[in-house]
């Protein structure tokens, strides 16, 4: 073989080798910072989570507050059968 063609072939054996090396460091990045990735998307739908509670808190608070305004809470009785259900509904169980 020629020395030309040695040369060739050692350039080309040196950039697989480094296409290699590249790879598996990517791959191991990428197997650290996953589980902090994750971390922090479950840390984004728990605020977010807990911020449409909030919005809807503060929702029936300020419904509650127009209807006390406007005298409508004494003319609207929820039907005992409807209180009930609501009690006792599995995803009213499964929320709290």
Same mark, same amino acid.
């Given at each position: 073989m020629s020395? =030309?063609?040695q040369t060739k072939n050692t350039q080309a054996n040196n950039v697989y080798s480094m296409y290699k =090396?590249?790879?598996q460091?990517?791959? /191991?990045n990428m197997s650290k910072?996953?589980? =902090?990735?994750?971390q922090a998307i479950i840390q984004l739908q728990e605020e977010g989570m807990k911020t449409c /509670?909030?919005?809807?808190?503060?929702?029936?608070?300020?419904?509650? /507050?127009f209807a006390k305004k406007q005298a409508l809470q004494q003319k609207f009785?929820?039907? =005992? /059968?409807l209180q009930s259900l609501i009690q006792t509904s599995k995803l009213f169980k499964q929320v709290h």
């Open positions: 020395t =030309q063609t =090396q590249n790879v460091k990517y791959f /191991e910072i996953t589980p =902090q990735y994750f /509670e909030k919005t809807i808190n503060a929702t029936v608070s300020v419904q509650q /507050e009785q929820m039907p =005992q /059968e």
